[in-house]
């Protein structure tokens, strides 16, 4: 049994040495500085532009959707972002799920309806690895928050996308990208974003730095959906707090002038 | 006061006649326990310890409630907390950022005892039990972090599990045992949960213990010497009021992480599932844990680690005979007050090191620190009670301050 765990542990380490040589072995490479952007969350007072968050969405559903799973986000959820319940209930219903099973064991295909999570892309990590060449895309449902400074670190590596210095071409692996922010500058995704890819039905030129913004907004608000909430509890728990402890300090100062000390 | 009571009064008077408890909790932190009256703010941090005991037992009763412990669901048990249980993001951002601000004032508490002499005779047994809270403390946290199956996690958990195996002979018997497997898996994190659940519920035991020690004595107080009573005031209103303001200037600093920077004291890997395949660049533990962390990677050899880092804090049960001196605040004690000082920046010092790769000036300054650490304990403390001269003590805690008016 435990051989059987190790020898399954090799052949994965060898698969990921194969297919994601994203080590140090060939970094020759720094990661690039992160270019630090303003977001509309920063600040005690921050929050989501919603017209931003369903532009994002967009760029989501139209581009990274083909690779990358949104797997906490319910179809119900978007309502949160400025979808109304009936648009809601059409977007759940051009997605198709999978459900168990009808009297003959046989899956049921229907489809998605709001209380629905937004379906996977592949079915299981193999898929998505065979599908990616032995790359796993990361779900994208927490990843801003799963990186440090994340909502930076997302953008400039969508936009970290250049042409391999001369020294280092050769040892991009096949199926490798040279990105300048990405751990060890070869990243298995390629450059997605292109000016104009997608078409905004607000009006707002699609060039690749919006729509890298755009989406890092949508994947900020995925993975943490509670953040306006959050802030605007702060700002009354905070006042209480303030007023709470201003009144405790002269309570205090009259109880003690009494006592000499 | 009339004579002729309520029905109220008397109703209380049956009850307390059966079971004292009001008396009792008057008795303790009421008004009927006499405080030195020169206590600063620095004890403030002992209610505060308990009051973040009872906001982590609340917190986490309530998140236990929609928690799953179980390998494939424990991550997206705690995603739907975030998401989908009504105020669970507060609950769980004031449960994680609790244990920091537990931490904090836990340690404050422990630095302000070890500066003003409060683990000296009569107050050994006080000590005791303080550290043991500490102990349980850095157990619980630990099982805590465990819970939410992170890779920081799953990855903290082998690390420090596998510390065991350093003990030699039955060291690999000894994790396998604690795994409850052959590697980090469901059975750990049943364990974990269940243990993490138990306890709290034996720190507020110990607490208990702890209180009844404090009060055979009574507090010490910034000038080390025994209050009498003349200089003694009711807890009750006086340090309860101050303990309210002291809390209220807490909450502002504790609420404004919960709410404005819940994550800043967290790992981002902690929001990637736990990959046993995948090994995290650097495994680091919570900031509570780094000075420890520091001690265990300073040297090569894993067991003499593992043995300097359960010994830095087991070495505090006989600080009590380590320090020879008689005194107890470092504030009449010119050499020990430096000391103290120096030993507080290596402990700073060496959390930074905890938090770097072991390697290069980390890992000398983290040599030099845990270096540093015992020779303060064993070598410093013992000698410099028996070489300093003290500055002369006041006559009563009246005396400086009554005094002073009279200039």
Redesign the interface.
């Known amino acids: 049994m435990r051989t059987g765990v190790l020898s399954f542990a090799a052949v994965v380490a060898l698969a990921f040495a194969t297919f994601m040589p994203a080590g140090p072995a060939l970094a020759a490479g720094e990661q690039a500085e992160l270019d630090p952007q303003e977001w509309s969350w920063q600040g005690i007072f921050g929050g989501f532009d919603r017209q931003q968050l369903q532009r994002g969405f967009q760029v989501y559903t139209e581009v990274c959707a083909a690779c990358h799973g949104l797997d906490y986000v319910a179809f119900r959820n978007l309502e949160e972002i400025g979808y109304s319940e009936d648009q809601v209930k059409y977007l759940a219903s051009l997605y198709e799920v999978e459900e168990c099973c009808d009297d003959f064991g046989d899956p049921i295909y229907r489809p998605a309806i709001p209380a629905d999570r937004i379906p996977n892309p592949y079915p299981n990590e193999q898929f998505a690895r065979a599908s990616n060449g032995g790359a796993l895309p990361p779900d994208m449902s927490l990843l801003t928050k799963a990186r440090a400074n994340g909502p930076d670190y997302v953008y400039n590596l969508i936009l970290g996308y250049e042409d391999p210095p001369p020294e280092l071409e050769d040892e991009i692996m096949p199926g490798m990208y040279y990105n300048t922010i990405f751990d060890g500058n070869q990243i298995a995704m390629a450059r997605q974003l292109f000016d104009d890819l997608v078409e905004y039905s607000d009006g707002t030129p699609a060039t690749e730095a919006q729509m890298a913004k755009d989406v890092v907004a949508f994947m900020h608000w995925a993975a943490e959906p509670k953040l306006e909430v959050r802030k605007q509890t702060g700002i009354r728990v905070m006042l209480f707090t303030f007023v709470f402890t201003i009144l405790a300090y002269f309570l205090k100062r009259r109880i003690w002038a009494d006592v000499k000390h | 006061m009339s004579t002729e009571k309520g029905w109220g009064a008397r109703a209380f008077d049956w009850f307390e006649e059966r079971l004292p408890i009001v008396s009792f909790i008057d008795h303790s932190v009421g008004t009927q326990y006499p405080a030195p ?2 206590l600063n703010y620095f004890w403030n941090f002992g209610s505060l310890a308990g009051f973040m005991l009872v906001v982590m037992i609340l917190t986490g009763i309530l998140l236990a409630m929609s928690y799953t412990p179980h390998v494939d669901y424990a991550f997206d048990s705690v ?1 739907r907390i ?2 989908d249980v009504n105020s669970g ?2 609950l769980r ?1 004031m449960h994680a950022n609790g244990a920091s601000f537990f931490f904090i004032v836990v340690y404050i508490h422990i630095f302000r005892g070890m500066y003003y002499g409060s683990y000296k005779a009569p107050r050994e047994v006080l000590w005791w039990l303080g550290i043991i809270i500490l102990l349980l403390m850095m157990a619980t946290a630990f099982m805590g972090y465990v819970l939410p199956w992170g890779q920081m996690s799953f990855w903290g958990a082998t690390v420090i599990t596998n510390l065991f195996s350093a003990i030699p002979v039955i060291g690999d018997e000894i994790v396998t045992w604690l795994w409850g497997g ?2 980090v898996g469901n059975p750990t994190l049943n364990r974990f949960f269940a243990l993490h659940y138990l306890l709290p519920f034996v720190i507020v035991g110990v607490v208990v213990l702890h209180i009844w020690a404090l009060h055979i004595p009574g507090s010490n107080n910034p000038t080390g010497i025994e209050a009498a009573p003349q200089d003694k ?1 009711p807890f009750h ?2 340090y309860t ?2 303990d ?2 002291g ?3 807490f ?2 600093i504790y ?2 992480v ?3 920077a ?2 800043s004291l967290g790992h ?2 902690n ?2 599932p736990a990959n ?2 995948a090994t995290p ?1 650097h495994i680091v533990p919570e900031w509570y844990f780094l000075p420890f962390y520091a001690i265990l990677r300073s040297v090569d050899n894993k067991l003499l680690g593992v043995v300097l880092m359960f010994a830095s804090i087991l070495i505090l049960f006989v600080l009590p005979w380590l320090d020879t001196s008689r005194i107890r605040s470092a504030n009449f004690r010119p050499i020990f007050r430096v000391l103290f000082w120096i030993f507080f920046v290596v402990c700073i010092v060496l959390g930074w090191c905890g938090s770097q790769t072991a390697e290069g000036l980390p890992l000398i300054l983290s040599r030099v620190g845990t270096f540093w650490y015992f020779f303060h304990f064993l070598v410093l403390l013992p000698v410099v009670g028996w070489i300093e001269t003290p500055r002369s003590l006041p006559t009563s805690i ?1 005396t400086p ?2 005094a002073k008016p009279a200039e």
């Open positions: 009256k020169n995603e975030m998401r993001w507060l951002y052959f590697a005031i209103p006086y009021a101050k309210a303001f809390l209220g200037v909450l502002l609420f404004a919960v709410f404005w819940p994550n981002p890997d929001y990637i046993p395949l660049a009246s301050v009554v």
